[in-house]
């Protein structure tokens, strides 16, 4: 009898432990302790246990009886509790989370400005494809057919079939090919700012594979060198501020002549020479006067028409500006969150 009272008194308590609502420990409650329930039972069996025996066992069940309702009561307070503080945390009023905001990528950032800039002196900015033909990358660039520039500029040609007159297919190596597709509409003057996405098959400190460039072309009458360089002095002061300093020096470009190369002083370590820069200067980009037979490619008369381009990096910019201290180009795609969300 005495075993019998143990393994019940067990299995009452774990079964009020595993209740998860108030309704459910009623039941426990009646099937324990109501009027059939298992202790009442046993208690009505006291009148057949020997005389001797019976006040032990009879007070062995009521101290039982005593324990499950104590149980029961505990666990009734613990429930009312929980319920109360699932309610509360649906509270409406309570101040929420605030979802974090995003914000334009860097490059975004200085495409943006760089627009502005030059849109405040009267170029428009204009979009090309970037998949393009062989003739506005190069031909029409007057690059002739076997001319080593295709492999230069590491271009990465598509597998499909050429076309008749414009050739092979790939990924624009360089925003010139906008020039051709400007000039060609034949509207004079021309004042073009062409921003795209540029692909070449390198990677290190300050190449990637895909970067932007942005291109100027300007044509028309009596352009010369010196709007050339009076628009990229405005450009250097007015992206990079007063205490960068620039040169030209002379270049080879196949669709300008004379052509230069920009360079501007490092911002990293401000002409000393460091990692990124190695003598103190970083390329910005190409430039010079467009070719006459880039012209009459387009079917512009050269003798009544000049003009100037500039095709620079977007990244490269960037990188060079004042506090922007990047000394690895590739940072700027590698999803780095915590390095973007100082932009
Ligand atoms: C050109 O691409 C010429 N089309 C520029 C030009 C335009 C010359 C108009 C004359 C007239 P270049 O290969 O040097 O030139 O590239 C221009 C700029 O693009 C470089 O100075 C650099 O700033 C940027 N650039 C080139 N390759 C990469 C690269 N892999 N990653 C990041 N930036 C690059």
Redesign the pocket.
Same mark, same amino acid.
């Given at each position: 009898m005495e075993e019998k009272l143990l393994s019940i008194k067990n299995n009452a308590i774990s079964l009020i432990l595993e209740t998860k609502s108030v309704k459910e420990l009623e039941e426990i409650k009646i099937q324990f302790l109501g009027r059939n329930g298992e202790i009442t039972k046993l208690l009505k069996e006291l009148p057949k246990i020997s005389k001797e025996e019976r006040p032990k066992i009879g007070s062995i069940a009521n101290g039982l009886k005593n324990i499950i309702e104590e149980a029961i009561s505990t666990r009734e307070t613990t429930l009312k509790k929980t319920k109360v503080i699932t309610s509360r945390s649906f509270d409406v009023t309570e101040p929420g989370i605030r979802p974090a905001l995003g914000h334009l990528h860097p490059v975004t950032q200085a495409i943006r400005e760089i627009t502005s800039i030059f849109t405040q002196i009267g170029f428009t900015r204009v979009r090309y494809p970037e998949i393009e033909w062989d003739w506005y990358a190069f031909t029409a660039?007057n690059f002739p057919q076997n001319h080593p520039a295709r492999d230069?500029?590491?271009t990465f040609f598509i597998k499909q079939q050429p076309d008749e007159k414009k050739g092979t297919v790939l990924l624009t190596? $360089?925003? @010139?090919s906008g020039?051709i597709r400007e000039m060609e509409k034949g509207e004079l003057p021309i004042k073009m700012l062409n921003i795209a996405k540029?692909y =070449?098959r390198? @990677?290190d400190v @300050? $190449?990637?594979?895909? +970067?932007?460039?942005f291109?100027?072309?300007v044509v028309g009458e009596n352009i010369a060198i010196s709007d050339l360089k009076g628009t990229l002095n405005y450009f250097v002061k007015s992206y990079f501020g007063e205490n960068r300093i620039s040169r030209i020096r002379p270049?080879h470009?196949q669709?300008?002549e004379p @052509?230069?190369?920009?360079d501007i002083s490092c911002g990293v370590c401000l002409g000393k020479g460091c990692r990124l820069c190695k003598e103190g200067w970083?390329?910005?980009? *190409?430039? *010079?006067m467009?070719h006459p037979n880039v012209l009459k490619a387009c079917h512009i008369d050269p003798e009544k028409y000049t003009g +100037?381009?500039?095709?620079?990096?977007?990244? =490269?910019?960037l990188m060079m500006k004042d506090g922007i201290k990047i000394d690895d180009?590739r940072i700027l795609y590698s999803n780095d969150l915590d390095f973007l969300k100082q932009f």
């Open positions: 660039l230069d500029w590491e190596p $360089h925003t @010139s020039q540029t =070449r390198q @990677s @300050s $190449h990637t594979p895909m +970067f932007h460039q291109e100027g072309l270049y470009f669709f300008t @052509s230069f190369e920009i970083l390329e910005l980009g *190409g430039a *010079g467009v +100037f381009a500039f095709g620079w990096g977007v990244e =490269r910019v180009l």
